[in-house]
T-cell receptor, first 115, second 111 residues
Framework: GAGVSQSPSNKVTEKGKDVELRCDPI?????LYWYRQSLGQGLEFLIY????????KSGLPSDRFSAERTGGSVSTLTIQRTQQEDSAVYLC?????????????FGPGTRLTVL | GENVEQHPSTLSVQEGDSAVIKCTYS??????FPWYKQELGKGPQLIID?????GEKKDQRIAVTLNKTAKHFSLHITETQPEDSAVYFC??????????FGGGTRLMVKP
């Protein structure tokens, strides 16, 4: 079946502009995660959605970052007033539920470059 | 928050040799330890995982060991093949909702 998809695959923007990144999780998965991967680094947690519960925003690095998940499916990560340090690959993952042992399936990521 | 140290950062082996990657952690509440393989331009893919009540798990050429007392876990790949070349990440999950990842190991298998 279809895996997690993300769009766009690449995004180049100018410093100060806003960007929106989209994630389509696997159908039926109630848990959705956003991570950030800076060049040559591991993944850094950003935000977690589980069903209709309030999202866990504990990983968002600043108030310029926000995310929403409409209808329990598609999610959008928005970065306002982008800075050069926001350049990274943004990865989305989904899992059947938020239970500890559920595998997280990752999308291919969006590579964001802020000039 | 939780910290995961992964070593080595790069590893070069000859085809057919074994490769071992080790991760150490600090939070004793961690109870799930997956390993991910990431190929160029792709998202990470789960290759094997282990739960805190298990000491070792094998899947063909891949095995993972967990030492809860010493707080470290390792990935072992035997009979390496060129297609094993990729970046490997250890991760863990504790009390929080997210996975915490190590810094990654770039494995290069020379034919």
């Amino acid at each position: 079946g279809a895996g997690v998809s993300q769009s766009p695959s690449n995004k180049v923007t100018e410093k100060g502009k806003d960007v929106e990144l989209r994630c389509d999780p696997i159908s039926g998965h109630t848990a959705l995660y956003w991570y950030r991967q800076s060049l040559g680094q591991g993944l850094e947690f950003l935000i977690y959605f589980q069903g209709n519960s309030a999202p866990d925003k504990s990983g968002l690095p600043s108030d310029r970052f926000s995310a929403e998940r409409t209808g329990g499916s598609v999610s959008t990560l928005t970065i306002q007033r982008t800075q050069q340090e926001d350049s990274a690959v943004y990865l989305c993952a989904s899992s059947l539920s938020g239970a500890v042992y559920n595998e997280q399936f990752f999308g291919p990521g969006t590579r964001l470059t802020v000039l | 928050g939780e910290n995961v140290e992964q070593h080595p950062s790069t590893l070069s082996v000859q085809e057919g040799d074994s490769a071992v990657i080790k991760c150490t952690y600090s939070d004793s509440a961690s109870n799930y330890f997956p390993w991910y393989k990431q190929e160029l331009g792709k998202g990470p893919q789960l290759i094997i995982d282990i739960r805190s009540n298990v000491g070792e798990k094998k899947d063909q050429r891949i095995a993972v060991t967990l030492n809860k007392t010493a707080k470290h876990f390792s990935l072992h790949i035997t009979e390496t093949q060129p297609e094993d070349s990729a970046v490997y990440f250890c991760a863990l999950r504790g009390a929080g909702n997210m996975l915490t990842f190590g810094g990654g190991t770039r494995l290069m298998v020379k034919p």
